[in-house]
């Protein structure tokens, strides 16, 4: 196996050319939502492979057995090498930024304890090897975290229990929303992403539909939100007519309605991608029920609710009657679901943990204990000349750093 196929964030360079020549951008930044991105690790033989060529007791504590099989960090080199050869070739800086977590998110058990429970569960009754390449992958995470960050334009995070996921969404929005003339490419294949296609910049994300990649932009949210793509004729012109004047940026309340399975977020029972996307075409319903989406935001940071008090009577459809009277369940998975919630979140001066979450990123962000080199493929080749047959070993390739 090679190292550079773990990652699967490579895009078609046609058509990343082509979005280059459009938007014509000063720098490109690169947002790599690593754990989303490592596919070929919940692939069993690539697993064992991994797992099985670490050596023995490789996970144990004893300092002196702490060698690891390091493709994972290695993809990062490589996909860090991709980057620089097309920064080079186009002459625009292009920073990248991975997006990674260790843990179980503290923020979000504290709003749901159950929250991604059943994946508990699975890792429980998972094999032997399933378990190890969880620990091996942090290994790579925590030597990648101290390699990467000593490189110039190249920005490893590693987030101690709490999601990475909206780490795009908080970069764009809180430390390089001044410059306008930014590419911002994301590369993940979660939905959840589609809330920084809003972001009133140049941001586009690569995204997987079965075998081929493509970039969306805001125009695609809906489409692939209610995958138009597999469907009928007829019902492609009644899911287009629908979505025609809806804004985008309720993305992320309409997913707080459907809830997450996948991450065990409840959701308003029997509504479903279409159900809660139609909510949203009624404008008289989502003024007075909600208001702005600045006002959903301000009003749930402040304690309140999803929905608030109707005070001017509207004619209802039962389902819509369902809907209006679920705030609880509904403002509990905005909390989980929401970017802009968590950012909040991290952006206030009251609370220990996220101001130690905010200076982390800062520090990452401003670092100055970088170097400057012309080509990441020499450093990767002095690495790999101080690994033991592709182990790591975090004493003996920090030495190269001293």
């Not at 057995?65 to 920064?87: A, D, E, G, M, R």
């Not at 707080?256 to 319903?285: H, M, Q, W, Y």
């Amino acid at each position: 196996m090679n190292p550079a196929s773990i990652i699967s964030a490579y895009p078609p360079i046609e058509d990343l050319i082509g979005l280059i020549n459009k938007t014509n951008p000063s720098k490109i930044h690169i947002y790599v939502d690593l754990k989303n991105v490592l596919t070929s690790l919940y692939v069993k033989e690539v697993i064992q492979e991994i797992v099985y060529s670490s050596e023995n007791d490789c996970l144990s504590d004893n300092p002196q057995k702490k060698l690891v099989n390091s493709y994972i960090f290695q993809s990062c080199l490589f996909y860090t090498s991709f980057w620089k050869k097309i920064s080079s070739n186009l002459n625009i800086p292009c920073n990248i930024f991975f997006c990674s977590d260790i843990g179980r998110s503290s923020y979000h058990r504290n709003i749901y304890k159950n929250y991604k429970k059943n994946r508990e569960v699975n890792m429980l009754n998972s094999a032997p090897h399933d378990i190890a390449i969880k620990e091996i992958r942090d290994k790579n995470f925590g030597l990648a975290e101290s390699i990467c960050n000593k490189l110039d334009n190249v920005y490893f995070l590693c987030m101690k229990h709490l999601e990475a996921d909206f780490l795009p969404y908080y970069l764009i929005t809180r430390k390089y929303f001044d410059d306008t003339n930014i590419l911002h490419l994301i590369f993940s294949n979660d939905k959840d992403m589609f809330q920084c296609l809003n972001i009133p910049r140049h941001v586009y994300q690569l995204y997987k539909i079965q075998s081929s990649k493509i970039i969306l932009n805001k125009k695609d949210i809906f489409s692939t939100f209610l995958k138009l793509k597999n469907d009928k004729i007829s019902n492609k012109e009644k899911k287009l007519e629908m979505i025609s004047n809806i804004d985008p940026i309720w993305i992320p309340a309409i997913m707080s309605l459907c809830g997450d399975d996948g991450d065990d977020i409840p959701g308003i029972n029997k509504v479903g991608n279409i159900k809660a996307t139609e909510f949203f075409k009624d404008k008289r319903i989502i003024n007075e029920a909600i208001g702005t989406y600045d006002e959903l935001n301000e009003r749930i940071e402040k304690g309140g609710n999803f929905f608030r008090e109707l005070t001017v009577p509207i004619h209802l459809s039962d389902k819509d009657k369902v809907i209006l009277s679920s705030n609880d369940i509904v403002t509990q998975a905005y909390k989980l679901i929401s970017f802009e919630m968590l950012s909040r979140w991290i952006d206030k001066e009251t609370d220990l943990n996220s101001i130690n979450y905010r200076k982390y990123i800062n520090n990452i962000i401003n670092k100055i204990n970088i170097i400057t080199i012309k080509s990441v493929n020499v450093l990767y080749s002095s690495i790999l000349s101080n690994l033991k047959d592709n182990y790591l070993n975090r004493d003996t390739v920090n030495s190269l750093f001293i």
